[in-house]
């Protein structure tokens, strides 16, 4: 694999910020959000990522208080998103972009991208013209660096890419467990972006906190090679060696979580080819525990009556299984699967008569709608 001379730059994630009530997610603790920065600040890094949804609409907010009121608008990089599935039209959809420039309190943004494309949700954002719309605006110097961020695989991405060669970088899914899946499909993706000549901006390097608890099976594997390192330096500098990366984002919410990330990019260096084996032998042995055998192939899906995100759900499944992480399982789940969710399925069984890996898929949609709702 090709590596960057140097790691690229840790982004932070306006996406899992501190909060006052734990079941409140717009409460976010401006104190702690503000140490954050400057932690991040004096570290050396500048770029920020935010979205119009994050955190029940509030982190554009969050972001304007602990950030552009406290440091000079030269010093630091905003990135935010415009999710066309948030809006009722177009014009709805169309007002986010002002909304966010004054919740955010600048004048422009420096990369600005349409929020979560891929299969269904694509269309949304053409029927409301928000390529044009963007355009435009960049055209107006509101936007610096247009693109968009997409959870979906390689065809998809190059179906939007086909049709909009115009953007400026894509914002992809990349962590080493992810980097060989046939579901999220990290490298094909990756490539596809490379072999057009965009860079990209790297979301869940770390799976969303999955990949600093490992199980230990494979914590073992990367342990025994660098006793002294850390578990979380190991994902964050797979992110940090490919070449032409804007920045890897992190969504932090403690000192201590923002020191350590700053550590490691600002001071660590790209992954070695010996190191890239010992990540490979880490993925097989998490690959080798019990889990179920979906490899996204969507037969189960093309036949099913009710829409239900069956390799999503599955996804979900193994997070859980396999990486023991509820939490993480629970937001993949709830992000990922929409109006598919597992207790829509009638148990007509059509999805079982075409699955290659003879999966008994009812019961396992039944333990799903158990575990996530």
């Known amino acids: 694999m090709e590596t960057a001379e140097k790691l690229a730059p840790l982004g932070f994630g306006f996406m899992r910020l501190p909060l006052t009530n734990p079941d409140d997610p717009t409460s976010i603790d401006i104190d702690k959000c503000c140490e954050l920065v400057d932690i991040f600040m004096e570290g050396g890094f500048t770029y920020f990522d935010s979205a119009r949804g994050y955190h029940g609409c509030k982190s554009e907010w969050a972001l304007k208080k602990a950030l552009v009121e406290r440091y000079p608008r030269e010093s630091f990089t905003i990135a935010t998103k415009l999710p066309a599935w948030l809006a009722k039209n177009a014009e709805e959809a169309r007002a986010m972009f002002d909304i966010s420039l004054q919740e955010c309190g600048v004048d422009y943004f420096d990369y600005y991208l349409l929020h979560n494309l891929g299969e269904s ?138 020191a350590e990330n700053v550590a490691i990019m600002r001071d660590g260096v790209p992954l070695t080819e010996g190191e890239h084996a010992v990540i490979e032998r880490a993925r097989e042995t998490l690959a080798a525990l019990p889990g179920v055998p979906c490899t996204d192939c969507r037969y189960c899906m093309k036949g099913c009556p009710e829409g239900v995100h069956i390799n999503t759900i599955m996804q979900s499944l193994n997070i859980y299984d396999q990486m023991g992480d509820a939490y993480r399982a629970q937001e993949n789940y709830n992000w990922n699967t929409g109006a598919g969710k597992a207790s829509v399925c009638i148990q007509c069984g059509a999805c079982e008569s075409v699955c290659p890996q003879h999966i008994e898929i009812v019961s396992q949609l039944e333990r799903a709608v158990k575990l996530f709702e």
């Not at 269309?123 to 044009?132: D, Q, R, S, T, V």
């Not at 190991?234 to 979580?257: D, H, Y």
């Open 121 to 258: 949700l694509t269309p949304g954002f053409e029927e409301y013209g928000l390529w044009e719309f963007c355009a435009q605006k960049k055209a107006e110097g509101k936007i610096k660096k247009f693109g968009f961020s997409i959870h979906d695989n390689a065809e998809e991405l190059e179906k939007v890419l086909d049709a909009h060669p115009e953007v400026d970088f894509v914002q992809l899914q990349i962590n080493y467990v992810d980097w060989e899946s046939d579901i999220i499909q990290s490298r094909k993706c990756y490539e596809v972006c490379q072999e057009r000549g965009l860079p990209v901006v790297i979301m869940e390097p770390v799976k969303g906190g999955t990949l600093v608890k490992l199980p230990e099976a494979v914590a073992d594997v990367l342990r025994e090679t660098e006793p002294g390192a850390s578990i979380t330096s190991w994902a964050l500098r797979f992110a940090g060696s490919l070449p032409n990366v804007i920045a890897v984002l992190s969504g932090m919410n403690t000192p201590e979580m923002v």
